[in-house]
């Protein structure tokens, strides 16, 4: 069986993938890509109809290419991030093999690089680059059992309210996923009830700026990884409906229940934590920290910009906020559906012997750099910062891959040009 040599495979066609093509063939690092779909996949088919960039088009984008024909503060649809994907692999020229999937990498025995096997054939690198994505598992919690009479969907299977069963649902997730499934599925007419967990929520604008703006000039994107065991909050923002600031109590307003965690559950009651009040007090902390860190900002810059006070405002706590249902009988409350909106694990269970994960599964790595010579990540959360796993974060730490991938590369020139010594 012939077997084809490449210098640096990339793994994963998204944009992770595609932005490590652009700075590796700027490195004049000869490289392929492997993608087991279509380019950007993601983005097609593992989200929901109506689902909109959380930023704006002039933010959430590479740095070598605009949305065509796109009002820049518009938030674009997924269909077209991905086509501008497609769109930035022509320009670029990126060598993508779409509809190849890699089933194992391992090393290869004696000599530098590994064996790439893929649904195509054998492939050797002497540098891999796993770019397959920040959320590639997604992770449901083990507290209702598979067997109980209702259905459970993960956010990535669901598509819109019409494909759901008729009845009420439950959304667990308080993230930008979670709080747009649910307004979506109240403005469709259902009955909705949502878990909300710990959450930041920065306001969609704030003095006639977005907030990718205000998280960009209060130097909040590059915020560095958290240590280990700091606790993941996530980050609620929609660009739904031309972008608004996610708020709790007015999704209550709506008619959504909102309910503490999602804790446990037994002969078909569901139980949630006494935490609701604490969380949305939290939320509120957070967006007012924001307020507060853009008006100083402001005041220092001497920048102009007009006030808006009426960001302070928050508005009455609703029932569900000052008497919080504690208990839920599923088929009482007429429930027929819970969407798990909690977020994603990684999956590198085609890594065999490869020195690059914990004893979890869970990459090992410095900014993307492994302890296996020439294994990296890309497109990890918090790879290097904040920004890491959103489009344009990404951009910047394939640039730094490159960099590494091209210098290592002039240490083995320097070998190969230099006799052993006596
Ligand atoms: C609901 C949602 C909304 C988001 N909205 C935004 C947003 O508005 N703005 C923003 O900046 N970020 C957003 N993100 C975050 C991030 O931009 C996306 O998750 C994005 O898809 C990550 O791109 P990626 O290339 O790193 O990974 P992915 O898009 O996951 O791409 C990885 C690719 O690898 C391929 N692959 C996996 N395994 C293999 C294999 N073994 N062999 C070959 N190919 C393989 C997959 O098919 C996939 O195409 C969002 C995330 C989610 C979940």
Not at 180 to 191: K, N, P, V
Not at 248 to 262: H, K, N, S
């Amino acid at each position: 069986m012939s077997v084809e040599k490449i210098d640096t495979l990339v793994i994963g066609g998204g944009q992770a993938g595609i932005a490590m093509s652009e700075h590796l063939s700027k490195c004049n690092v000869p490289h392929l890509v492997l993608e087991r779909a279509r380019i950007a996949e993601r983005w097609r088919s593992e989200r929901w109809d109506s689902l909109v960039a959380n930023g704006p088009a002039w933010h959430d984008r590479f740095p070598g290419m605009e949305f065509a024909n796109a009002d820049p503060d518009a938030f674009i649809d997924k269909e077209a991030v991905a086509d501008y994907f497609v769109a930035y692999a022509q320009m670029i020229d990126a060598p993508v093999r779409t509809g190849v999937e890699v089933t194992k990498v391992s090393r290869n025995k004696g000599q530098r690089g590994f064996i790439i096997e893929t649904s195509a054939g054998v492939i050797e690198a002497q540098n891999v680059v796993a770019a397959t994505g920040p959320f590639q598992r997604p992770t449901i919690p083990p507290i209702i059992p598979e067997s109980a009479d209702i259905l459970q969907i993960h956010s990535n299977s669901y598509r819109n309210p019409a494909a759901l069963p008729e009845g009420a649902i439950l959304v667990v997730g308080a993230g930008s996923s979670g709080v747009q499934i649910a307004d979506e599925l109240a403005r469709a007419g259902r009955q909705v009830y949502l878990s909300v967990g710990p959450h930041d929520r920065p306001p969609r604008s704030y003095r006639g700026r977005d907030f990718v703006w205000w998280l960009g000039v209060l130097g909040k994107w590059d915020m560095e990884t958290p240590g280990p065991g700091t606790e993941h909050v996530t980050i609620a923002v929609s660009g739904a409906r031309g972008g608004e600031t996610v708020d709790f109590r007015r999704l209550a307003e709506q008619g959504i229940t909102l309910v503490g965690m999602t804790s446990n559950y037994q002969n078909g009651v569901l139980t949630f934590a006494p935490d609701l009040a604490k969380n949305i007090a939290a939320g509120d902390a957070n967006l007012m920290a924001l307020l507060d860190e853009a008006d100083a900002y402001i005041a220092r810059n001497g920048i102009d910009l007009p006030q808006e006070p009426e960001a302070r405002i928050l508005g009455p706590d609703p029932e569900c906020l000052t008497h919080p249902v504690l208990e839920l009988d599923l088929a009482k409350a007429g429930i027929s559906t819970i969407i798990w909106a909690t977020g994603y694990a990684v999956d590198y269970s085609w890594l065999e012997e490869i020195d690059a994960l914990d004893e979890k599964g869970r990459p090992k790595h410095q900014r993307g750099v492994s302890a296996e010579p020439g294994f990296y990540f890309l497109g990890l959360p918090w790879q290097s910062r904040r920004g890491s796993s959103f489009i344009w974060g990404v951009w910047h730490d394939a640039k730094h891959l490159a960099d590494r991938i091209s210098t290592q590369h002039r240490y083995i020139d320097y070998h190969n040009a230099n006799p052993r010594p006596a």
